[in-house]
T-cell receptor, first 113, second 118 residues
């Protein structure tokens, strides 16, 4: 069965600084990988996804993520963080055989002015 | 942009009562899902639904849970006899397609219903 880990429970960065949120997955075949963001009191918004092809994917709000098969990772990056990026970020993996997504535990991002 | 909607945003109920959580998926989507997130924990899959029947369910989705698409737009989750441990945020999601169609597999989530069981 697939699984997802996000090693960082909470990250604090200053506004304008770069950001990298880590995600590691466990899955035998090529996974479907997703990053979702959850602002306080809001639902889950899809930031970006990876299915196949180019391992560097671009998403909304200036985010990108890189799929590295050798490291079983799908880290999320942003070159310059804005205060509005403060939220909870979830990495998720889908699979080739079922419909459910498996979510990581989330990383809470705080942004200092 | 079309979005998944959920009602109510917050439901408070007493232990043992039945609750129905409602969702309106995106209109051209064919696959529907329920997930839950207990406070401070990860989002967990409950059930997926396609063509008017359950296609997958997790071990969490026991006999006290049921889902229904009573009309062409709504998708409901019923909890027959709520327990304290059912307190959580419940998310509905929908997708155009499923895992065999990689380009249209992403799931779109609603804002959630916070269920509090007292």
């Amino acid at each position: 069965a697939q699984s997802v880990t996000q090693p960082d429970i909470h990250i604090t960065v200053s506004e304008g600084a770069s950001l990298e949120l880590r995600c590691n997955y466990s899955y035998g075949a090529t996974p479907y990988l997703f990053w979702y963001v959850q602002s306080p009191g809001q639902g889950l918004q899809l930031l970006l996804k990876y299915f196949s092809g180019d391992t560097l994917v671009q998403g909304i709000k200036g985010f990108e993520a890189e799929f590295k098969r050798s490291q079983s990772s799908f880290n999320l990056r942003k070159p310059s963080v804005h205060w509005s990026d403060a939220a909870e970020y979830f990495c998720a993996v889908g699979n080739n055989y079922g419909q459910n997504f498996v979510f990581g535990p989330g990383t809470r991002l705080s942004v200092l002015p | 942009e079309p979005e998944v909607t959920q009602t109510p945003s917050h439901q408070v109920t007493q232990m043992g009562q039945e609750v129905i959580l409602r969702c309106v998926p995106i209109s051209n989507h064919l696959y529907f899902y329920w997930y839950r997130q207990i406070l401070g924990q990860k989002v967990e899959f409950l059930v997926s639904f396609y063509n008017n029947e359950i296609s997958e369910k997790s071990e969490i989705f026991d006999d006290q849970f049921s889902v229904e698409r009573p009309d062409g737009s709504n998708f409901t989750l019923k909890i027959r006899s709520t327990k304290l441990e059912d307190s959580a945020m419940y998310f509905c999601a929908s997708s155009v397609s499923s895992h065999w169609d990689r380009g249209n597999y992403e799931q779109y989530f609603g804002p959630g219903t916070r269920l509090t069981v007292t």
